[in-house]
């Protein structure tokens, strides 16, 4: 072939294939060697896809024009193992082929120019492995994990063979489900989801921050090339970073008097308080700050006995190893024990001012005395008769109780008082501090005597001015009430004076005491009427009563703290009934028209609803007073009565005639008649 043919024959293979460079190179030329040859996506990194893409840079400055791309891929014995030639040029090659077997490979790639010339090879190696490591296992502790220092994952190492890319190292993740990977592709594992990239010899790590509750770990080996075991690793992890709720029992909120049976009880929501051994579930008491009784599992109790305040701690361990208080003191209760009793004394005197006040102390050098519990008592001196309370009030550590002598049949009397201390504790004593028995005589205040009766100021002052010496004064004026009848009879409508003389046994007049004059009415009043007098200078009082029913009157002193109360003699007031009657004319004609008798009788609150019996009676001269008639008034007591004189025997005789209102139950007023009116017959 002569040069202006092959000339010719350059020329064209320009044309065929326009991508290859023509830089006006001599078209003889061999072309250079590929340059800068390396796997674009990572030099010498292991590949676990036969996804391998070479490129190279363009030839710098001219160049042969290139018509054609070979290469060729050699295992580790130099074989080859697959080649291609690609006739158009590009500047990189995608997906060489390589057998699916792991291995390190060789790629070779030339260029060749249009009249077929090879130029030098370049090479680049290729790492392929897509084999699996085969199951590593997560070794943990056994039993709870609590809240200690982070747990040490450690794990097994994959059994042989190994990819021949080796082990990166290893992935886990933390799930709340069983079956989990630990990656996001299905079977691959990049550096950054690799938690340990130790190679097969950094197998362990701590966990952090695990959640309380059940967990799964899930761990994986990662080859040089990505490729995590095709089975998942998994262990069941509990975490238990709570400690337990413990109760103490039987600690009495103040003071007992009896030893205590303390308790305390444990409880955990997770790992819980079962189990038995060294290191096992554990709760514990300790009194005072001594040795702490300690008893496996969830309760543990110790008897408190001595007298005094005892601090109780108590605390309790999980199964997790977690102890209820951490670091802080345990949580603790105080008991509080007083066995022996209060002591109890009356005062070592009565007070002048107030002897009827009785008070007695009571002490205790624990608990204290109980403000709210005590008694006082009292019977008749050496007697074996039973006690009677006195109504007793509890101030502090004194109990004051106020025994009513006058009530009292004279005599003389023994006390007792009980007190207790706030432990329960009870004591009692008959005797006052200084060691002497309480024995006190009714009655205790200075008897007095109240004289009373009716009459008032005109019948005490009468009596006074007669004489010179006011003890003689007060003898008579007393004479005159007990000569005195006593019940008094009164028409109705009239108020009645009372009165009466206040002094001591001895006939000392008391001035300025209040007596009470008390009115009981013999109707149905619920209430009774109460005035208070006060006395004079000389021991007299008196009142004047109101106008009103009958009814019983009483005069009572009812004493001070140092004078005995006093009554006089109860005496009656008897109230004659207020009746009116006339006649509706005084003559009559015998056989004509009826004389008409009408009339009222008094206090319309008393009659009753269905009005009030009349008796109607007449007498002639010379003879008693014979009922004629009973009528009934009216519920505000007026009455009317017609009566026909019809008897002609009646003709010139002159009758007197009256209402009379007799007694009857209920009544409040003595029988009493009208005034009479007279009538003639003719």
Not at 275 to 284: I, K
């Amino acid at each position: 072939m002569t040069a202006r043919l092959l000339i010719l024959l350059a020329s064209l293979a320009l044309l065929v294939a326009p991508g290859l460079p023509a830089t006006g190179a001599a078209n003889g030329a061999a072309p250079a060697a590929p340059s800068n040859l390396r796997i674009i996506d990572g030099a010498d990194a292991w590949h676990a896809e036969n996804d391998f893409r070479l490129g190279w840079d363009e030839p710098p400055g001219p160049v042969a024009p290139i018509a054609a791309i070979h290469y060729r891929v050699r295992d580790e014995a130099g074989t080859v193992v697959s080649g291609t030639r690609i006739p158009w040029y590009t500047n990189r090659i995608d997906r060489p082929q390589l057998p699916p077997r792991p291995g390190h490979y060789t790629a070779e790639v030339w260029f060749e120019n249009a009249l077929g010339e090879p130029g030098p090879t370049a090479s680049a190696s290729l790492h392929f492995d897509d084999a699996s490591p085969s199951v590593v296992e997560p070794l943990l502790p056994a039993g709870w994990i609590g809240a200690g220092p982070a747990p040490l994952l450690r794990l097994t190492h994959p059994a042989a063979p190994l990819p021949i890319s080796g082990i990166r190292g290893y992935a886990v993740s933390l799930d709340p489900v069983p079956s989990a990977f630990p990656c996001q592709a299905p079977s691959r594992c990049s550096s950054a989801e690799t938690d340990l990239r130790g190679g097969v010899g950094g197998d362990s790590m701590q966990l952090e921050r695990l959640p309380e509750g059940t967990t799964y770990v899930h761990t994986v080996a990662v080859s040089g090339a990505g490729v995590a075991s095709a089975v998942v690793g998994t262990e069941l992890v509990r975490v238990d970073t709570t400690p337990p709720d413990v109760e103490l029992h039987g600690a009495p909120s103040g003071w007992v008097g009896h030893a205590v049976e303390v308790t305390a009880v444990a409880a955990d929501l997770r790992s819980g308080m079962g189990g038995s051994g060294s290191a096992g579930p554990v709760t514990a008491l300790s009194v005072d700050g001594a040795m702490p009784a300690v008893a496996s599992g969830h309760r543990a109790s110790t008897v408190v006995a001595a007298e005094g305040v005892h601090t109780v701690a108590y605390y309790a361990r999980d199964a997790a190893g977690n102890v209820s208080g951490g670091a802080s003191a345990p949580p603790s209760r105080l008991v509080r024990i007083d066995r022996s009793p209060p002591q109890v004394a009356f005062a070592a005197s009565l007070d002048p001012s107030d002897p009827e006040l009785l008070e007695a102390q009571v002490s205790d050098g624990l608990s204290a005395p109980d403000p709210s519990r005590g008694s006082i008592a009292i019977r008749p001196a050496r007697s074996h008769r039973q006690f009677s309370l006195l109504p007793t009030t509890v101030a502090g550590n004194r109990l004051l109780a106020r025994w009513d002598s006058d009530r009292y049949p004279p005599g003389s009397y023994e006390f007792r008082a009980i007190g207790y201390d706030s432990a329960g504790n009870v004591a009692s004593s008959q005797r006052r501090v200084n060691g002497t028995a309480l024995v006190l005589p009714a009655p205790l205040k200075a008897p007095t005597r109240l004289r009373a009766g009716f009459g008032g100021r005109q019948l005490v002052w009468h009596r006074c001015v007669k004489v010179e010496l006011q003890r003689q004064c007060r003898r008579k004026v007393v004479e005159s009430f007990e000569r005195r009848p006593a019940t008094r009879v009164v028409p109705y409508g009239k108020g009645v004076a009372v009165g009466g003389l206040l002094t001591t046994a001895a006939g000392i007049s008391l001035a300025g005491l209040p007596v009470q004059v008390i009115e009981t009415f013999d109707d149905s009043r619920p209430d009774r009427h109460v005035q208070t007098v006060e006395t004079a200078a000389d021991g007299s009082f008196f009142s004047r009563l109101a106008p009103g029913p009958s009814r019983r009157i009483e005069f009572v002193f009812a004493g001070t703290r140092t004078l005995a109360g006093a009554a006089g003699r109860v005496t009656g007031l008897a109230v004659q009934a207020g009746v009116r009657m006339r006649a509706s004319s005084s003559t009559a004609a015998i056989g004509g028209r009826p004389v008409v008798f009408s009339g009222t009788v008094e206090d319309g609150e008393a009659i009753p609803p269905q009005g009030k019996a009349v008796e109607l009676q007449f007498r002639l001269p010379g003879l008693p007073w014979t009922q004629f008639r009973t009528i009934q008034t009216d519920s505000r007591g007026r009455f009317r009565h017609p009566y026909r004189f019809s008897d002609d025997d009646s003709r010139g005789v002159r009758f007197h005639l009256r209402a009379f209102v007799p007694a009857e139950e209920g009544w409040p007023y003595e029988p009493a008649a009208s005034r009479p009116v007279t009538v003639t017959g003719r």
